[in-house]
């Protein structure tokens, strides 16, 4: 677990540490000390805009960030432009690719009035060489260049910048040592992710997780229990353990452990009211771990199981290892032992070669499995994965009509799950002020349904009951029943 005391008693002036996290502990000290004589010569506190895109990863990824480049003097600010503009980008589909040139063009003018500020470009899409090359070549003025393996070095490829006034280009192909005890910074003081494993060794045919985050490791079980437990006493009631696929988690340790093993130990602790995970395998979906869902009772009733396609035939293509069948089978068995459970998914359309029959078993398990909610996206092609060299790629009117359908058969059930809750009493954390109206508080269900309450900042961070009272299709207005 991080203790600042550990940061503290690295010396500045003696070798530098050849040890984790020793070495990025010197380092950020030196990056404070620059970073007092720099605001001086700035004359204002240094500010910093850290901007994510994609996945709860690199939500994750970016508050590790957040707390680094706090420590060393820079205060966050919303606004996009600051004196250190990290994107910490996702190349999962090629419009997030797309939305960070658009930003970067913005951010050049910027620069050239103030030289001093600092910009960086870390994350997924760092992992992909073309992309690196495109920076390399046509964006001369970001600084700072790394990718999804070796984020835990900021404060040193930050530090090694300012000394050499050159631009840093660091991205590894691999992941080396997973590295503990680093700071973190939550966005929320109550919840916060949790990273169970790294990486992704299934190569679904469409995408590019295994290209740019690597083959799959398993964080140590102690590692994260101690880290959970350390939040826990800082206040964090529901945590989300992070993974691209935590079902197969553990597989790779010294002393191999399931993931339901280490979903009960998490269970056990104290002071802990809430555990969520992402994203589940539907192939690793073991009976153990169903059993140890309905065993534990600080587990939500929330599964996110990504189905992708109803087509077995495309199924097989997307190298996903399970039927349409199979799939059903699954969610039959999760909910006969779990009646309650909330289901939601993922789902691409117009992958290559779907057919109007194909796409009509996406449509038939959606009226079937009933998901409570899902995202749904338009197949991209992306560079590398073998579904890019495929034939028969859909045109894309066809997609867009097929898309629009998809998504009113969803929109239709997932309204009437969410009215079929109207009027029940449930357990909701209360997590910020409504973005629209400050009168509200905005708040989760177990099955992480949404819900507006009238209230104040006060009931922040609590799990209180909340009466269901009106359904607006995809959230509901609540009230707290207050039995203080
Ligand atoms: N095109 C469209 N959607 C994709 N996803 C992953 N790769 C692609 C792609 N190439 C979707 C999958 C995955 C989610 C995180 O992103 O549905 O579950
Ligand atoms: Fe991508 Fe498949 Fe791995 Fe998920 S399981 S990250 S979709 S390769």
């Excluded at 899409?125 to 790394?146: C, G, H, N, T, W």
């Excluded at 059930?413 to 079929?420: C, L, R």
């Amino acid at each position: 677990m991080f203790d600042k005391k550990n940061l503290e008693a690295v010396d500045v002036n003696g070798d530098v540490p050849v040890t984790e996290p020793e070495r990025q502990y010197y380092y950020m000290k030196k990056c404070r000390q620059w970073a007092e004589e720099e605001t001086i010569r700035a004359g204002h506190s240094l500010t910093m805009s850290i901007q994510t895109l994609g996945c709860q990863m690199n939500a994750k990824d970016s508050e590790k960030m957040t707390a680094i480049l706090e420590y060393i003097g820079y205060e966050e600010t919303n606004e996009p432009v600051a004196d250190f503009v990290l994107y910490n980008t996702c190349t999962v589909r090629e419009n997030a690719n797309l939305k960070i040139y658009g930003r970067l063009g913005y951010l050049k003018n910027h620069k050239k009035k103030n030289p001093a500020m600092k910009i960086a470009i870390c994350g997924c899409m760092m992992q992909e060489a073309d992309e690196v090359e495109k920076i390399r070549k046509s964006y001369p003025f970001v600084d700072l260049v790394f990718g999804t393996h070796n984020i835990y070095k900021l404060a040193e490829l930050l530090y090694t910048q300012i000394q050499s006034e050159r631009r840093i280009m660091d991205v590894w192909e691999e992941a080396k040592e997973i590295v503990e005890d680093l700071p973190g910074k939550r966005k929320y003081p109550f919840k916060t992710g949790v990273n169970i494993m790294f990486g992704c060794n299934n190569f679904c045919s469409y995408c590019i997780v295994p290209y740019v985050r690597g083959r799959e490791r398993s964080r140590e079980p102690e590692d994260i229990l101690e880290e959970i437990r350390g939040l826990v006493a800082d206040g964090v009631v529901e945590i989300m353990l992070l993974g691209q696929n935590v079902n197969s988690y553990g597989k790779t340790l010294k002393n191999p452990m399931t993931f339901a093993e280490l979903l009960r130990k998490v269970n056990e602790i104290e002071g802990l009211q809430r555990i969520r995970f992402m994203t589940s395998h539907p192939k690793d979906l073991s009976g153990e771990l169903i059993e140890a869902m309905k065993d534990c009772e600080k587990v939500c009733t929330h599964l996110h199981l990504p189905l992708q396609s109803g087509s077995s035939v495309i199924l097989e293509k997307m190298n996903r290892k399970y039927t349409k069948e199979k799939y059903l089978e699954l969610v039959e068995q999760i909910r006969e032992k779990m009646p309650d459970i909330s289901l939601t998914t993922d789902i691409i359309v117009g992958f290559p070669g779907e057919t109007e029959e194909d796409f009509e078993e996406t449509l038939d398990v959606v009226r079937k499995v009933r998901y409570d909610s899902a995202y749904t996206f338009i197949y991209s092609k992306r560079t590398g994965t073998p579904a890019a060299a495929m034939e028969n790629q859909v045109p894309e009117e066809v997609v867009k009509e097929r898309f629009a359908r998809l998504l009113k058969e969803i929109q239709t059930i997932s309204a009437e799950i969410t009215d079929s809750r109207v009027s029940q009493t449930v357990p909701v954390l209360m997590e910020e002020i409504n973005e629209q109206d400050d009168r509200l508080i905005t708040g989760r269900l177990s099955n992480n349904a949404v819900v507006h309450v009238p209230g104040d900042a006060d009931l922040i961070g609590k799990i209180l009951p909340v009466r269901l009272e009106e359904s607006k299709g995809f959230y509901y207005m609540g009230q707290v029943m207050n039995d203080e």
